[in-house]
Structures are given as C-alpha cells and as structure tokens.
C-alpha cells in the first residue's frame, strides 16, 4: 500500500507514518488505573490522508499481555495551513471527529463531533496530543465522559518498528 510516493498534502503528517509499537497507563476518576500495550499503523496509497489503525492489550505487572482492550481505525486528512482533520470509528458504539493542526512534530485534535449509539456509554468530547520525541511516537488523551469533563484517560509512548 506505501509503494505509492506520497500525496504532497500529506507532508505536515507524514512522519506519522508506518508502525509503532508500544506501552502505556491509562486510567479515569471512574475506573481502576493500568497498563496497556498497543500498536498503531499508518498507511497512505498516494491519495491525501493517511489509514490508521490501532490496538491495544491490557498488560500485568510483570508487562505480559492479559487480554485485548480497545480498538480504533480511521483516517487522518491532512488540509492546506497545518489543518487536521481526524476520523475515528470505535467498536463501542462512538465516532468522532476530530480537527486540529500540526505544529512542526506536534500535533493537538479535538472533537468537533461525536456521536454514539443507543448503547454506548456517554461520551462527548476528547482532546489528543500527538507528539514524535527523540523519534518516538508519543501521545495524551483526555476525554469527557460518564459525566466529567475533559479528564486524562490514556498516554502512551510507541517507537517505530516497521
Ligand atoms: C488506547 C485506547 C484505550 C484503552 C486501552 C482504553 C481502556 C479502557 C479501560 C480498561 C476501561 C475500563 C474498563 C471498561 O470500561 O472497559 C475504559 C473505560 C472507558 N473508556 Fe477507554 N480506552 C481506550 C480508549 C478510549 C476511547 C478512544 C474512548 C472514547 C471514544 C474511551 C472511552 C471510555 C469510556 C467512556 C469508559 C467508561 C468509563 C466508566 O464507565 O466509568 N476509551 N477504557
């Protein structure tokens, strides 16, 4: 699917691109905290967004994987003036859709729409930071949920594998 050169628009957000593979913590004033291990992949077939994909596994104190968590896959747009513009599909009943811009390896989202179904849990903002430090991929998420306001859920550290 890379083998394609990539779309010139795509320039802002092209050092996303490939593998990355890492751990994380995660948590919410709701829940227990813990660890997590995930893979992220993204591609581009020469047209101006990136296919993104990711997974993630719980992991136990000693960072053995214990069991799938959650999952999400999108597209990421990439439009003139740094803009971003994200969308992510989640297997438990949300999507949204994020806008943003790109600030040299930096790039800050937030929703600009979310919508779920009858069944989801509520959930109605998320903000990410995405950044690439000393050539890891590294990132923060805080969402608005289960009636809170923006609140840390996630960070995590990945480097690129493939
Ligand atoms: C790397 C990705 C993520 C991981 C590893 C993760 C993990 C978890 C875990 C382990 C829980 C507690 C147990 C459970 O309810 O299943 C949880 C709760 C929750 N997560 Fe995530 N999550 C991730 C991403 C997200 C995203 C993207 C959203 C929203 C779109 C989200 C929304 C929620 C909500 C609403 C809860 C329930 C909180 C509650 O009921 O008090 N999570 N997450």
Redesign the pocket.
Known sequence: MDSQSIHPDLEPIAFLLGRWEGA?V?G?????S?R?G?EIVFEHNGKPFLSYQ?K?W?LDDEGAMVRP??T?SGHWRSLPERQVEVL?S?P?G?V?IYVGEVVFHKIELQTDV?ARTATA???TA?RRLYGLVNGNLMYA?D?A??GRPLTS??S?ELKKVG
């Open positions: 994380g995660g919410y004033p709701t829940i227990e813990f997590f995930q990711s993630t719980l968590l959650a999400e992510l989640h438990t949300i949204e979310v849990k509520e959930y998320g998420y969402m949920a289960v859920h996630l995590a």
